[in-house]
């Protein structure tokens, strides 16, 4: 989670050095075509869905085992942001994804 959260953000994997990103040009655009604050919708997700995995136990088996109702609610916390990225933040950048099976069948 904390690679996707540096890569939407731009933060460099090797240093705190930022640059242009995701979160960037979503910014732009908001400003550019007066939308809603997706970037900050994104990462608001992102703290929530932290908060409830920091929560878990380091031993994921052990978690299911013991208390599987804290994992389902980490992750119903990432799919939230699942659908901000993959829907939202496309339709936000014009990014038109066919979901067609090419197998060649």
Known sequence: ?????????????QSDASGLSLKS????LMTVNETEDLSSMINDQF?????KAEALND?????????NGK????????QKNVVLLKVDMLQALNVKVD???????
């Open 71 to 78: 994992m389902l609610e980490a992750y119903d916390e990432l």
């Open 47 to 51: 703290d929530a869905a932290q908060i």
């Open 59 to 67: 031993n994921l088996a052990l978690q299911v085992e013991m208390d």
């Open 99 to 105: 979901f067609v099976d090419a197998d060649g069948d």
């Open 1 to 13: 989670m904390n690679a996707a959260i540096r890569f939407f953000n731009g933060t460099s994997y």
């Open 25 to 28: 040009y979503l910014d732009y």
